[in-house]
């Protein structure tokens, strides 16, 4: 075996003899030069990240605070900080996260308040650095979800904080409000995308840049909280269950006439029934996620605006309507819901969802639309 992987070894050295490499004679580059930009550029990617982040963070808070009523039970105190220490971030950050975000290695530091949250009403800063909640002293690994642990714990009663700034030791009293418990990550991915699983929502840092004011980044995250709070996951398993039962009857007729399908009939229903009212969901998504940007204090008004960007991204997503509406669509809805938010707020009516898809003129059905 060891010989043979010489043998492949030395073939491929045979070939790459004969290999025509570049022709011109480019400057050469000093390893340590290179070390020393590729250090600088992942001190700029960190900080990006991290300006890209307080601005997703800012609007989640809004929006988990403002609707924490459709979240139900699945709610925690929140503070709107951010804190980490070099050992809380992935292993690949920690060599420069300390020069690139002012951070200590022996106690958290707040790198993130949103601006009108308890934290800033209590007076905390970025660059705090953390010591105690209630006399438990804050970790210097995985800082943010102990924190956020804690926070699930302490519900809204008043936190103290003890915190150490310019060398001071200071006694802050933190009062929580209560948001939505699920998080709101950032992704680095340069796709503009956003899911959810369920359990945590991800929103792509594409998006960030597609979604060019907060308004329209709140109607992103309203969205995904949507899904969250209608049960969609709950109900595409149940459709997938529904699918799959109906192929396994295929596939049973067929046995019995002996005929072995190998369950094709059933894989292929289960993922008929999953994609079943993807369409509608979304849709429903982007019209209760409006609702919910409105409720956080956002103008959807023009809002509309990132699918027609999306469209720009995307172009299929102009004609084909696979799992996702299509752009022109959710464009037109966006135009619709909007109307009827401002005719409930002239009214003075609750900002409450009627619960029901607002119909727009598509155009003519195509085979692209037929799913």
């Not at 409105?294 to 102009?318: C, F, H, K, Q």
């Amino acid at each position: 075996m060891r010989r043979r992987r010489w043998s492949v070894a030395y073939a491929c050295l045979v070939l790459c003899a004969a290999c025509v490499g570049p022709s011109t004679n480019f400057p050469a580059l000093p390893a340590d030069d290179i070390a020393a930009e590729r250090r600088r550029q992942e001190i700029a990617q960190l900080r990006d990240y991290f300006a890209q982040l307080r601005r997703l963070d800012t609007v989640a808070f809004r929006i988990r605070t403002a609707n924490h009523a459709d979240c139900r039970d699945w709610v925690a105190g929140q503070t709107g900080l951010l804190a980490v220490t070099p050992q809380s971030l992935p292993r690949k950050y920690r060599s420069f996260s300390a020069e690139a975000l002012n951070l200590t290695w022996v106690r958290p530091t707040v790198v993130s308040v949103v601006e009108g949250s308890p934290a800033a009403a209590a007076g905390i800063v970025t660059g705090d650095e953390l010591m105690t909640f209630n006399n438990e002293p804050v970790p210097v690994t995985g800082t943010p979800r102990w924190i956020g642990g804690f926070l699930r714990d302490n519900g809204e009663r008043p936190l103290q904080v003890v915190l150490k700034r310019d060398g001071i030791d200071k006694t802050l009293e933190v009062k929580p409000v209560i948001g939505c418990a699920i998080p709101v990550n950032l992704e680095i991915n340069a796709e503009a995308n956003a899911a959810t699983d369920y359990k945590k929502i991800v929103i792509q840092s594409g998006i960030l840049r597609l979604a060019r004011t907060d308004d329209q980044l709140a109607v992103i995250v309203g969205h995904e909280l949507a899904h969250v709070n209608m049960g969609h996951y709950q109900k595409k398993q149940q459709n997938a269950v529904l699918g799959a039962l109906g192929g396994a009857l295929v596939d049973g007729g067929f046995a019995l006439a002996t005929m072995n399908t190998g369950g094709s009939f059933t894989r292929h229903f289960y993922q008929a029934g999953a994609m079943a009212f993807s369409v509608g969901f979304e849709r429903e998504a982007d019209y209760v996620g409006a609702y919910y940007a409105t409720r956080a204090g956002y103008d959807v008004a023009g809002a509309e605006e990132v699918w027609s960007a999306m469209g720009l991204e995307n172009p299929n997503s102009i004609r084909n309507a696979t799992t996702h509406p299509t752009s022109p669509v959710r464009f037109l809805q966006m135009r619709k819901v909007v109307e009827e938010i401002a005719d409930k707020k002239r009214r003075n009516l609750p900002l409450v969802p009627e619960m029901k898809l607002i119909e727009v003129d598509a155009g003519p059905v195509t085979p692209a639309d037929i799913h």
